[in-house]
């Protein structure tokens, strides 16, 4: 399969540096939500994350761009086809956590749990798996989900907690944090059960380590084996990455699903447009609709 999707870490002082090599090649320059900058030369697009920082290299031209310009000018070392050495830890069997919808006013909270071993890590970078966070569009991520669910041997497991059931947790914890704690280790307890030779889960780190440790001990002797790994920057790993990809397509399908029942377009995140459209909803089918569509602890509830 040809390779034309690729990311990596990169040092803050290469940034720039990057940036010459790309202009001098003829590269045109743009604007890209979270990134220090963006730019495409034919068919070959390169950005640079603020979180990392990170470049993820897309196109047909994506592996010569790697090997001939990303690793020998910048990276300093052959990464690409040599992932087992810089990161062994990533293809060994264990599971990954990710959510979607946490910051959004609309929809649910979806939380998703991948396992991965060695061949299915590979298979999944092979494919172009990358954090969900990275991809705007719900076509692409609709068609990596269908990827990442037919890798052979691969086991997921996926919690979509409902506008009207989120409220009733969030008022039950009374912190998005714990909320959020709980729907991790029951994805992680889910896995384990049905991987029993698995003995590591890595999640990113949103919460003090002891606010998942605890929710996860919670969860009986069937995660008591497991090693639990937290760290920022979670979704560098595959594992991670195909999580946040199977929790985005669940909280993109609710989106859409609920946008065309009620008759109104409901935005991500939690600005102003968000709150003209919650005026409509209430317009359309009264404040009772509200507890139903979105996440009524959010500041913008209250102002409305």
């Known amino acids: 399969m040809a390779l034309n999707s690729y990311t990596a870490q990169i040092k803050d002082s290469d940034v720039e540096k990057l940036r010459r090599l790309l202009d001098e090649r003829g590269f045109e320059f743009g604007s890209k939500p979270y990134a220090r900058f963006s730019c495409k030369k034919g068919k070959l697009n390169v950005t640079v994350y603020e979180k990392g920082p990170k ?8 592996e010569d761009f790697v090997k001939f310009i990303l690793e020998p000018e910048i990276l300093g070392e052959a990464r ?14 264990h599971i990954g956590v990710d959510e979607s919808g946490k910051g959004d006013f609309f929809g649910p909270l979806v939380i998703a749990g991948v396992y991965v071993d060695g061949a299915i890590a590979r298979a999944l970078m092979d494919a ?7 991809i705007s569009s719900a076509a692409r991520i609709r068609k990596l989900a269908g990827i990442v669910k037919k890798i052979p041997g691969l086991d997921y497991e996926v919690i979509r ?8 947790l969030y008022s039950k914890f ?18 384990a059960i049905r991987q029993p030779d698995c003995h590591r889960a890595l999640s990113d780190q949103f919460a003090r380590e002891d606010v998942l440790q605890r929710a996860l001990a919670q969860q009986g002797e069937a995660v008591s084996r497991l090693k639990l790994d937290q760290r920022t920057k979670g979704e560098s790993d ?4 195909a999580a946040s990809i199977l929790a985005r397509e669940s909280f993109v399908e609710w989106m859409e699903l609920a946008s065309e029942k009620g008759g109104v377009e409901l935005p991500l995140g939690a ?3 968000v709150k003209e459209a919650a005026r409509e909803v209430i317009k359309q089918h009264g404040e009772g609709i509200l507890p139903k569509v979105a996440k009524v602890h ?4 209250g102002e409305l």
């Not at 912190?175 to 889910?190: P, Q, S, T």
């Open 128 to 134: 172009g798996v990358m954090d969900s966070k990275r």
């Open 298 to 301: 959010f500041k913008t509830a």
């Open 55 to 62: 470049v993820l290299v897309q196109g047909k031209e994506t």
């Open 80 to 93: 690409l086809g040599n992932e087992e050495v810089f990161d062994p830890e990533m293809f060994q069997p």
């Open 174 to 191: 009374g912190n998005v944090n714990r909320l959020l704690a709980w729907g991790h280790a029951r994805v992680i307890r889910e896995l």
């Open 271 to 273: 600005g102003a447009g």
């Open 238 to 241: 595959v594992a991670v990455a």
């Open 161 to 168: 907690l409902k506008p009207e059931k989120y409220n009733e």
